[in-house]
């Protein structure tokens, strides 16, 4: 599972002496394969140029970070594409990606934004695997799916008839109605399969409780996966968004490589429709407001509930270390006086608007197109 402790931790550090570092450490890459790698060239440089910005009293908090980091890199052994380090004086978290992230450095308050990008999921989503005798359970998110368990066709559902199996296949006063041996076998196999499939369904309502899972995948050989469905009740039919074939001694890369990317593509939709029902209300300005200073605004008056921000969102913005004000241009808190710092602008919004009770929305891909040529951010309203 994705580190949500560890992110939290991150999120809810406020000291500004912080250094942000993320590298596409892709070991699939020649450029990142030998013994000096492009990251640490690359970050060798960045850390050197940034060297030269630092304030005098800051210099102690940055030495120590910056030589921290760079001895972590440099002994560092990538085992995915994508690597985020957070370096401060009480903080050190090391975040493992799967894509490659644009390297970027920050020195500050934690850049989270990006991140969040691959932490900030919709959903929570089950997926389990089923064929006639067994089935696997699953959990997770676009990025990440960790087995949770397996349940097996057990002597009990094969041998012992059900009131279900009575009625559906003799006859009411519990007379074998065919004389047909073969549709009797028939018949009871199906009431052992529906049995097991019954077993199913009751254990993933467990798990959706259990791990707060509220879309599920579904996958096995069709005709298991029909009966499977015929056994839910309709509002767990209703939270099944995907079908897969699979075997169920499919393999780890097998399952990510099916079940990942129909969750990424689940969760790309909702928000493809975000960003379509923020633009067309935004078109008449009905309870909702577009572009960085009207979304300022409405954030820091507690009238957002839910903003949408472009992925790429980049520059700087004012941020009161006392009062938490954000300004686009200040260099004193027109709240209560004090002298503003410059914070990175997507997080320091972020941050403001999870202060003020508002949800948030990284946007990439396709959607973020859409928002970028529209002010890069926006927010539905309260009221
Ligand atoms: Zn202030």
Not at 193 to 198: S, T, V, Y
Not at 246 to 269: C, D, H, N
Not at 304 to 325: A, F, K, N, R, T
Request: glycine share 8%.
């Amino acid at each position: 599972m994705m580190e949500t402790v560890a992110l939290r931790s991150v999120l809810d550090y406020h000291d500004a002496n912080v250094l942000s570092v993320y590298l596409d450490v892709n070991p699939a890459k020649p450029a990142n394969q030998g013994g000096r790698r492009a990251y640490q060239i690359w970050l060798a440089d960045q850390l050197k140029n940034l060297a030269d910005s630092i304030v005098n009293g800051e210099k102690r908090f940055w030495r120590d970070q910056a030589a921290r980091l760079q001895e972590f890199v440099d002994s560092f052994r990538p085992s995915s594409k994508g690597v985020v380090i957070f370096s401060g004086a009480g903080l050190w978290q090391v975040f493992e990606m799967p894509e490659a992230p644009r390297n970027r450095i920050w020195w500050g308050q934690p850049l989270t934004v990006p991140l969040r990008r691959y932490l900030a999921r919709r959903h929570r989503y089950g997926l389990v695997i089923a064929d006639q005798e067994k089935a696997r359970f699953f959990a997770g998110d676009p990025y990440v799916i960790e087995e949770l368990s397996t349940a097996e066709l057990n002597n009990r559902m094969a041998e012992e008839p059900s009131r279900h199996e009575t009625t559906s296949f003799r006859g009411g006063g519990g007379v074998v109605a065919s004389g047909d041996r073969d549709d009797d076998l028939q018949g009871r196999a199906q009431a052992v399969q529906r049995r097991f499939m019954d077993s199913v369904v009751q254990q993933m309502a467990q798990l959706a409780t259990e791990y707060d899972i509220q879309r599920w995948t579904i996958a096995g050989q069709t005709e298991n996966r029909a009966i499977l469905k015929d056994e839910m009740p309709p509002a767990l039919r209703d939270a099944v968004i995907s079908e897969r074939t699979l075997p169920s001694t499919a393999g780890k890369g097998e399952i990510q490589e099916k079940v990942l990317s129909a969750w990424q593509v689940f969760e790309l939709q909702e928000r493809t429709v975000l960003v379509d029902k923020l633009l067309q209300q935004g078109e008449t300005g009905f309870q909702v407001v577009m572009g960085l200073e009207k979304t300022l605004e409405a954030i820091q008056e507690g009238r957002s509930s839910l903003v949408l921000i472009d992925y790429d969102l980049d520059g700087e913005v004012w941020v009161c270390p006392q009062c938490g004000w954000v300004a686009l241009a200040a260099q004193e808190c027109p709240v209560c006086g004090k002298e503003m710092r410059l914070v990175h602008l997507a997080t320091a919004i972020e941050r403001r608007a999870r202060e003020m009770g508002s949800e948030v929305e990284i946007i990439n891909g396709e959607p973020a197109r859409k928002l970028k040529i529209n002010g890069e951010i926006g927010a539905f309203l309260r009221f």
